[in-house]
């Protein structure tokens, strides 16, 4: 397929069932003994993992053979160019190990620093979102159909008081705490993975912070369809987060997702990695 980027949306449409045939993979892999090992930055990796990665890289580049894919497991041998793929394939292994369902499938097209076109599946809920100029949410079609039936998805606005922040698990830290002091939080709600992302893309809360390491494979599809629901992903100085950075090993600053970018200006957080 020729490649072109004048047309996101259409992308978008075609990383959707690549997205939702490894969200299938996974989803009948979760119950299976499946041995996991730690990686050399301490993260958990399984076999599923590899399995949808392989499968994944083999769909893209069947679909666009001259783009490169820089992906979560394999992310040594492919360098980021001006245009490119980013992959995490099982973007939540420790919440797959367990049994949580929340994980997910991030998928983005990079263009110039920048996602161009994502998909994030969520095989547990049976939900897809994806993004070109407008960001959109499907149920996940059963497995070996591609019928989608599409919604255009928006963040809210910020309530005065009681905002909702998505919080991860196991990864929280006081300067994140410190960040989210400077805001009227009302809920904390604990969600893994790139799911947070598409929260609050779909409305249903206000504020993530990382100030942790994330890796841009964890981030860059989220980001895509929250900024094209209206929100924002910004990282210290109220930057939006670019992609493409193999010198730091493809390595993210801190940063906060937003659906009010009202928001942003409340937040002081920690200067960015070198």
Known sequence: MRLDVSQPDEIALRLAPIAAEAAHLLRGMENALIEKRVKPDGSPTTAADLAAEEMIIRRLHEAWPHVPVVA???????????????????????????????????????RKNRPLAAAVAAPALGAIWIAGTKARTSAMPEQDQ??????????????????????????????????????????????????KFCLIASGEADIYVRCGATMEWDTA??????????GSVVGPGGAPLTYGHEERGYLNGPFAALGD??????????AAVA
């Not at 970018?261 to 920690?270: F, H, I, R």
């Open 146 to 195: 591609a019928t989608f039936d599409w919604r255009d998805i928006r963040v809210r606005s910020a309530p005065d008081e009681g905002l909702v922040a998505l919080v991860s698990r196991r990864h929280g830290d006081i300067a994140t705490e410190a960040c989210l002091s400077t805001l009227s939080i009302g809920t904390r709600r604990m969600t893994s993975s790139a799911l």
């Open 261 to 270: 970018v009202s928001l942003a200006p409340k937040l002081d957080l920690p």
């Open 221 to 230: 599809a989220g980001d895509h369809v929250l900024c094209c629901a209206g």
């Open 72 to 110: 979560e497991e394999t992310a040594s041998t492919a360098h980021a160019e001006d245009v490119f793929f980013l992959v995490d394939p099982l973007d939540g292994t420790g919440d797959f190990i367990r049994g949580t369902g929340e994980y997910s499938v991030n998928i983005a097209m990079i």
